[in-house]
């Protein structure tokens, strides 16, 4: 059998993964990156130039089987220019809502999945008309290039409305309004070429300055409605989609009844979607048979089965933000497994993570304290 060559979109930490994840299948890789030290460029071969470089894209395209992208941020432009020349998975038409936030929102009212209220913003009126309609608190955001908290404010008073739009204006907006939400979730999807669908449990999420800090999977309280209410949201994205890969969609749950979280009242606010394997998903690596990565490429994009998503225990995740504690005191606690990024050490920037995977969600807890402690989480 010859050797499917796979070309990535970016060389970043989610490239290096997928690398990972294919190598021993024999999959080959070819990143597009521009920077000469992606982390991912050590796994394959690395085109050292801009995204946008028509050369730069001519030298990637050449022979690759199948093309991917490891985040949302890649030009609409060239990835058409490559569907032209290879099956792009997720489809160019999903990355293209993904990347504008107006556009996203209205996609999911489309089809009815409920998200905050929101309106777009492209003056100061506007903002205020938007804000006497949807009220205070809201965040003020970026239609376009956020992430990990950047792009994005937070208005309490009628006053902050002024700030935010002199620090942010110009640029086009929307704003959304503060949703009181229990507890944040996300749901990791995968669609084969076939149609074929698999979805991982529920995952709980906590951030701390816009930046994820730590996933519980399955989220604590996770009830199979719950699970189906997430996955009937996804598998109507896919299918409008004709979507190919892995789907992250990321929710607000509002407790709806007594039971707190995960309660059978519950409702999911969509708050965005990612094409593409995500930071949420990394405990898959111990915690599922077949992880995200696995079932991303080759799995899913590649043509082959799905991998089996069955769950071992337990399982968390924490990411290593802006330096790495003592290795030998991480791997000193039983069953952490380490992954580093072989990234510079830089304030705010995610440089590896640690999986946890326990029997049951009393062991996982003991086994996160020493860890928690390291990284100054509490």
Not at 172 to 179: N, S
Not at 281 to 295: D, I, T, V
Request: with cysteine.
């Amino acid at each position: 059998m010859t050797a499917l060559t796979v070309g990535v979109l970016g060389g970043g930490q989610l490239g290096r993964m997928l690398a990972l994840a294919g190598v021993p299948l024999g999959l080959r890789f070819r990143f597009l990156d521009p920077a000469r030290d992606a982390p991912a460029g050590r796994l394959g071969e690395h085109v050292v130039e801009d995204f946008h470089d028509p050369q730069g894209l001519r030298h990637f395209a050449r022979g690759l089987d199948v093309v991917t992208y490891e985040f949302e941020n890649v030009p609409v432009e060239s990835a058409r220019y490559l569907a032209q020349r290879a099956p792009v998975y997720p489809p160019v038409g999903a990355l293209q809502i993904a990347q504008d936030r107006l556009s996203e929102k209205n996609f999911f009212q489309q089809l009815d999945i409920p998200t905050p209220a929101f309106a777009p913003v492209e003056s100061r009126k506007e903002l205020d008309d938007a804000l006497a309609r949807i009220g205070l608190p809201a965040v003020l955001k970026t239609r376009r290039f956020g992430y990990d908290g950047k792009g994005q404010q937070v208005l309490r008073e009628p006053r902050d409305a002024k700030a935010a739009w002199k620090s942010m204006g110009g640029v086009p907006l929307i704003v959304e309004a503060f949703v009181p939400f229990s507890r944040e979730l996300s749901l990791i999807g995968v669609r084969a070429r076939d149609g074929a669908t698999a979805f991982y449990p529920l995952v709980e999420n906590h951030h701390r300055d816009g930046i994820l800090r730590m996933s519980l999977a399955p989220a604590p309280g996770h009830t199979e409605a719950l699970q189906s209410l997430a996955e009937a949201h996804a598998r109507r994205l896919m299918e409008s989609l004709n979507y190919v890969g892995v789907l992250t969609i990321e929710f607000f749950e509002q407790s709806g009844d007594d039971e707190g979280a995960g309660g059978e009242g519950s409702v999911l606010l969509a708050a965005e979607m990612a094409p593409r394997v995500h930071k949420s998903g990394n405990w898959r690596l111990e915690g599922a048979r077949a992880s995200q990565f696995e079932n991303h490429l080759p799995r899913g994009a590649a043509g082959w089965p799905l991998g089996n998503i069955e769950v071992a225990g337990h399982c968390a995740m924490l990411n290593l933000i802006g330096s790495v504690p003592c290795v030998e005191a991480m791997l000193a606690v039983p069953g952490a497994h380490l992954h580093l990024y072989d990234k510079e050490a830089q304030p705010g920037r995610k440089l590896g993570h640690v999986t946890l995977c326990a029997e049951d969600e009393g062991e996982l807890h003991a086994q996160l304290k020493p860890l928690r402690a390291l990284l100054g989480l509490g």
